[in-house]
Nanobody, 124 residues
């Protein structure tokens, strides 16, 4: 069992930066792939970024070059550094943990554990 708690959301202006953190409980954090997803009002939850146990990283095209995912296994924490934020990045951001060996890691059902989410609002 893994429990995930996100933090770091807030209200910022377009062009600003934020760093989200996700702290995980459990001794097996390093064995999981970790992902960030987001969900805007009236829209489906969408993939943002993923980091595997071996620190391979993957990004949605919409955030590539602006967002960076990283993990610090010694602290059981995964981060999402978000730069050059845009109003369309406004959403609730969720941290998720799942297997490293899945087909189509962009799909939410491929992840077993989820946090409660943290709100990110970007004003224009």
């Amino acid at each position: 069992q893994v429990q995930l708690v996100e933090s770091g959301g807030g209200l910022v202006q377009a062009g600003d930066s934020l760093r989200l953190s996700c702290s995980a409980s459990g001794r097996t954090f390093s064995s999981y792939a970790m992902g960030w997803f987001r969900q805007a009002p009236g829209k489906e939850r969408e993939f943002v970024a993923r980091v595997s146990w071996s620190t391979n990283t993957y990004y949605a095209d919409s955030v590539k070059g602006r967002f960076t995912i990283s993990r610090e296994n010694a602290k059981n924490t995964v981060y999402l550094q978000m730069n050059r934020l845009k109003p369309e990045d406004t959403a609730v951001y969720y941290c998720a943990a799942g297997s490293n060996y899945v087909n189509d890691y962009r799909l939410p059902p491929r992840y077993d554990y989820w946090g409660q989410g943290t709100q990110v609002t970007v004003s224009s």
